[in-house]
């Protein structure tokens, strides 16, 4: 099992461009979280699927932040008209039984 | 308002010895998961442990165990003969809910250093 797999793990933006990450759930789980890690704030969850259904998206900024999951080997999270802001850790966690495995994380630059 | 709250925020010892690291939670539900992860060097975030509320028994998973007291709200992780590579930062984190999925509350992580 290849765990969650994350792509790209490093990604610069200029101020305003767009931002689209991706998330491959350990086949089998049928849930899908997102979070962000800053120095500042720690751990923050942005939004979690389950069955590839929005169940909650209560971490999510209204604006310029949207997550999809259109099938079940896959997720997204979209950023637009990226701020410096923004700049953070993304991460994409998928479970089966409670217990969350993360992959290893998209770090996003806001220049 | 749930909330997890890790009040030392950096430990160091010393290889072979046995450390612990505390976390206490807030939480308004009867049914509650607790979780401790570690972040490595390299930003990996990995599962250790479990305990659900409604069990009594603390978790004992390899050379990590849980020091769970529901009417203190807390849940302690012991490591015994800690290893140069459990250094890394350990983060407690809650469950609320009947369900087996839902999101993650974090506390902000305790760094451990283990000396040779």
């Not at chain 1, 933006?13 to 789980?29: D, M, R, V, Y």
């Not at chain 2, 049914?31 to 978790?59: C, H, M, P």
């Not at chain 2, 302690?76 to 809650?94: H, K, P």
Request: contains cysteine.
């Amino acid at each position: 099992n290849a765990g969650v797999i994350q792509t790209p793990r490093h990604k610069v933006t200029g101020k305003g461009q767009e931002a689209t990450l991706w998330c491959e759930p350990i086949s089998g789980h049928s849930a899908v979280f997102w979070y962000r890690q800053t120095i500042v704030q720690g751990l923050e969850f942005l939004t979690y699927f389950r069955n590839q259904a929005p169940i909650d998206d209560s971490g999510m900024p209204k604006e310029r932040f949207s997550a999809q999951m259109p099938n079940q080997s896959h997720s997204t999270l979209k950023i637009q008209s990226t701020q410096p802001q923004d700049s953070a850790v993304y991460l994409c966690a998928s479970s089966l039984l409670g217990e969350q495995y993360f992959g290893p994380g998209t770090r996003l630059t806001v220049l | 308002a749930q909330k997890v709250t890790q009040t030392q925020t950096s430990i160091s010892v010393m290889e072979k010895t046995t450390v612990t690291m505390d976390c206490v939670y807030e939480t308004q539900d009867s049914s509650y998961f607790l979780f401790w992860y570690k972040q490595t060097a390299s930003g990996e975030i990995v599962f250790l442990i479990r305990q659900d509320s409604y069990k009594k028994e603390n978790a004992t998973v390899g050379h990590y165990s849980l020091n769970f007291q529901k009417p203190k709200s807390s849940i302690g992780l012991i490591i015994t003969a800690t290893q140069i590579e459990d250094s890394a930062v350990y983060f407690c984190a809650m469950r609320e809910g009947v369900g087996d999925n839902s999101k993650l509350i974090w506390g902000l992580g305790t760094s451990l250093v283990v000396n040779p």
